[in-house]
C-alpha cells in the first residue's frame, strides 16, 4: 500500500510535519468557553437570589455545544490533516480523496492565531486554510512564518 502523503507531494518535494486535530485540545477550547460563560452569568445568578437559577449555566452550555454548533466543528475538523512541505501547506481530508486543498508558501500573506485552537494562513488571493485543534500550533505559526520569510 503506498504512502498517502508521499502520494499527494510534488516532486522534489520534502515533507516538514504532518498535524492532526486533537479531541483534547478541543476539550480544552470547551472547557474555556463553560468557564468564560458560567463567569459572565454568575452576577445575573447572584443578582436573581434563587436557588434555582444556577439551572442557567448548565442551558448555557447545552446551547453553546448545540446552538452555536461547537460540537459540528469538531466534527467538520476531526477529519482534516495537515500537510506542510518546504514548498506548500496542504489540508487534506481523509474522508474526501477530492477534498485537497493547497496554499503555495510563497502566497501566504497573514497568519492569524485564535487562541490556542485556531489559526487562519490566508493567501494573498485571500484563500483561507484553517488549522483547528492541532497540538503546537504556535511552533506550526513560527515555521510557517520562517519558511514564508525564507529562512528555513
Known amino acids: ?67 452555536f454548533d461547537n460540537l459540528g466543528d ?13 514548498k506548500r501547506l ?7 480523496p477530492l477534498g485537497l486543498r493547497a496554499l503555495p508558501i510563497a502566497e501566504i500573506a497573514r497568519l492569524r492565531r485564535l487562541m490556542w485552537w485556531r489559526l487562519f494562513v490566508v493567501g494573498e488571493e485571500r484563500e483561507i486554510i484553517e488549522i483547528a485543534y492541532v497540538r503546537g500550533l504556535p511552533a506550526l505559526r513560527h515555521d510557517l512564518a520562517r519558511l514564508r520569510e525564507g529562512t528555513a
Open 90 to 96: 496542504l489540508q487534506v481530508d481523509t474522508q474526501d
Open 74 to 86: 469538531w466534527r467538520r475538523n476531526r477529519t482534516l490533516n495537515w500537510v506542510l512541505t518546504d
Open 1 to 67: 500500500m503506498a504512502d498517502p502523503v508521499a502520494d499527494i507531494l510534488d516532486p522534489g518535494e520534502t515533507l516538514r510535519a504532518t498535524f492532526r486535530p486533537s479531541f483534547r485540545i478541543y476539550l480544552q477550547r470547551e472547557l474555556f468557553v463553560v468557564v468564560l460563560t458560567a463567569v459572565a452569568f454568575a452576577p445575573l445568578v447572584l443578582y436573581l437570589d434563587e436557588p434555582r437559577a444556577w439551572v442557567i449555566l448548565p442551558l448555557v452550555m447545552l446551547v453553546d455545544l448545540f446552538v
